[in-house]
Every structure is written in C-alpha cells, then in structure tokens.
C-alpha cells in the first residue's frame, strides 16, 4: 500500500496544485494557479541555466509526418508507445513521442562549420507516450508531457567535455532544488529488447559514457536492459518515500541518429564530417520533476519555487491598506505575495494556514506606522521588525540565487 502521508496525487489536490477530469482524460492533468506558478518558475530556472551555458532556444512542432519517425527509427522502434498516425489528406501525422527527429532537422537545414560546435539545441517542448489506462497516475505517467529537452551537435572529441558539463547541470539543478539522486545508473541495452542492431556504436557510447563516469568521480552501476533503442545513457535516478525509483535526468550519446538523417559539419581540412549527438535532459519531464518535487518537499517548497512566496497578514482591518501596498511592492520586484486578511479569520488560524508559505509578514497598528514588517519564517524563526523595502530585497535575493535556505541572519544584518 503507498504511503500517502507526502503522496503528491493526494497533496497536490489539496494544495490546489492539479488536478483531473474525466472529460479531459486519463493521464491528462491541468494545472491549477498555484501549480502552475510551481511550474513556470521551474522553468525559467531552467531556460536560464540553459542559457548561462551557452544553449540555443528553439521551438518545434508537437506534430510529424509518420516519415519523420520511420527515418529516426521511432517507428520501428517505438511505435507501441505513440499513438496512432493521423490522415491529412494524402499524408500522415503523428504526435511525437520525442523531441530529437525535430532537432535533428533543424540542425540539418543551416550548413555548420566545426566553429560553430559543440552547437546546444534547447526546448521545453511538448510530446506524447499513448500510457495504457492502468499504469497512469498522478503527474508520474502521463500521455501529455512538456519535457525539458536539449540536444548538443558535436565533435567526438567534444562528446566526454560536454557529457560532464551536462552531469554538472543536473547536480547543481538538484541542490537548487533540493533533492538528492538516489543513484547513477549507466543504461545499456539487454537481451531481446527493440535495439538498434550496430554493436561498434554501442560500445563506442558505453565507453564514453563510462569513461565520464569515471572522470566524475560519481558511484553508478550498470543495468542492463533500460538503454534507448538508439544508445545507452546516463540516468539520474530519485526515489519517492516508499524507496521506488523513477529516472528524473539523462545523459546521452547518439551516434545512430545522426547518420539517419545525415547531418554533417564541414571540418577544418574542408570535408564533410558526421556530428555526435549528446541528448541532455536536466530535470526530464517537467511533470514528473513537479510530483517527486511535491513528495520531497511536503508542500513546503524552497522559496523561489513556493507559489506564494510571501503571506502578509494585517492584524485588522486597519492595516488592510498597508499589506496591500506591500503585495503591488512584490509584485513590482517579481515576487508571489499574497494579503490574507481578518476576513479569513484569526491572525492564529491566518498563520496555520500560511504553514507552508516560506515567509509569513504580520503587520499591526505599529508595524504600519512605522513602515516595518514583524517577519516569521516558515521554519518557526522570528526576525525582529525591520522595514519592508531591505526584508523584500534580501528575500529577492534568496529568490534569484534558487537557494533552498530561508534566511541567512550574518548576511542579512
């Protein structure tokens, strides 16, 4: 029986984060507001990781011609987990089940120089896995997923720099985040699986893979059986309360898809050459990150992912005024606060229910006159009163460094 103490399917609906609906369809969770703030900040912290190491946004359609999926290898690889081709006339389309034949073909259609590589390809796109009904759950297994999703063109020679680089991503992602892998494990193909049959290029990425392993210094173990149809891979493993584990992050190397849809570069001796294709994923599918981030965290969310960030809480109706100049003061400064009134209650029972809003502002006939903030932190911490305009600067800090800690007093005196 799961344990539904932190069961994020339970939490998340009673925190208000997502729900379901019979009309919509199994596996196909919206987001209400809360998660939906969760979920945008969870992205932009990726899209400027991304960016801070030199990747290059792109979009690209949740649609392809079935002949895009044949010539990847989807097809006969994979079509068991995508959901059937649909007729457009004398063609068919098909929702993609990954990102990478898009990539592929956007790489292909600008000729590269070797300056231009390694060349990182970034997208928070959306794809599709046709879930049979009985193994859906929550946001875990989904039909709809917005994977975080970059592919980087390189040399061979570039492949083990950029492998690390990518495992560099993932762990200061984690600390960000606040969790913990529960293991590495290095994927590679087993008997009788739907593999691509070119065991020089399978021992080729074994190697390298294992080779950054190695240079990194971080235990892993190998399991044969979970590799990709085209490659084996790096999975960042993570574990929810009962001990099962999903894989969150990935590291890749592809050496057969470049060669399906023929990309090349022109190199320094004015040949054509074939890029490596390393398929990086820091925090996978965004919905799955969100479920073991709510399973973690209890609700109680680092501060910069927290949905309200700041709770203001006037002690009458007096200061009612006061703490809602102060919220269009967060929101002009970019943070999530929230005024809760005597309307709903006592100041006692208005900071029960603020349990898991990292900062928690009481503002009384005193605290407004004077223009300060009587400030707890959601850890039971109480700061003395100091003015609001040096408190929400110090929290914008706390916010845009992604730290998981709530205060820090030396730095802040």
């Known amino acids: 029986m799961r344990d539904t103490a932190h069961d994020h399917r ?16 199994s596996g196909l969770p919206y987001w209400l507001p809360d998660g939906a703030a969760v979920r945008h900040a969870l992205e932009e912290y990726i899209r400027e990781a991304e960016r801070k190491a030199g990747y290059r946004h792109v979009y690209s359609p949740v649609l ?96 083990a720099d950029e492998a690390a680089a990518a495992l560099e991503m993932i762990r200061r992602a984690y600390e960000a985040l606040g969790i913990t892998p529960a293991r590495y494990r290095l994927s590679l193909p087993g008997p009788g699986g739907k593999y691509v049959a070119a065991p020089g290029m399978w021992e080729r990425s074994a190697a390298l893979l294992t080779d950054v392993l190695d240079r990194s210094g971080l235990p892993y173990e190998a399991a044969e059986g979970e590799a990709a149809f085209y490659g084996p891979k790096i999975d960042v493993q993570v574990a929810d309360g009962a001990g099962r584990e999903s894989t969150l992050s990935t ?3 592809d ?23 390393v398929h990086r994923s820091v925090i996978g599918s965004v919905e799955r990150a969100v479920a073991h981030l709510i399973e973690r965290h209890g609700g109680a969310f680092p ?35 929230e005024v809760a009134g005597p309307e709903r209650g ?31 932190l959601r850890d039971g911490r109480r700061l003395a009163p ?28």
């Open 303 to 337: 501060a910069w992912l927290a949905p309200t960030q700041l709770a203001l809480l006037p002690v009458s109706e007096a200061q009612v005024p006061d703490a809602e100049a102060v919220a269009r003061r967060c929101a002009e400064l970019g943070l999530r606060a």
């Open 255 to 277: 050496f057969h898809q470049p060669e399906r849809f023929d990309l090349h570069y022109i190199g320094a001796d004015g040949a054509k050459h074939r890029p490596v294709m």
């Open 64 to 159: 392809g011609k079935r002949e895009l999926y044949e010539i990847s290898g989807h097809w006969s690889h994979y079509s068991d987990d995508m959901f059937p081709p649909m007729d457009l006339g004398a063609e068919q389309v098909v929702l993609r089940p990954s990102l990478c034949p898009h990539h592929a073909v956007i790489y292909r259609s600008r000729s590269h120089s070797y300056r231009e590589l390694p060349l990182r390809m970034a997208e928070l796109g959306g794809m599709y896995r046709s879930e049979l009904s009985g193994v859906l759950g929550g946001l875990t297994r989904v039909r709809a997923i917005q994977l975080n999703d970059a592919h980087i063109f390189c040399t061979l020679d570039q492949v």
């Open 386 to 413: 100091r003015p609001a305009d040096g408190f929400l600067a110090a929290v914008g800090a706390l916010v845009a460094a992604h730290r998981t800690d709530l205060w820090d007093e030396e730095a802040r005196q």
């Open 10 to 25: 339970k939490l998340g609906r009673e925190l208000g984060l997502f729900d379901t609906d019979p009309l919509i369809g």
């Open 346 to 376: 006592t100041l006692g029972a208005r900071v029960r229910e603020a349990r898991l809003v990292p900062y928690q502002a009481v503002i009384g006939a005193k605290e407004a006159a004077d223009g300060h903030l009587a400030v707890r």
């Open 251 to 253: 590291v890749q190397i």
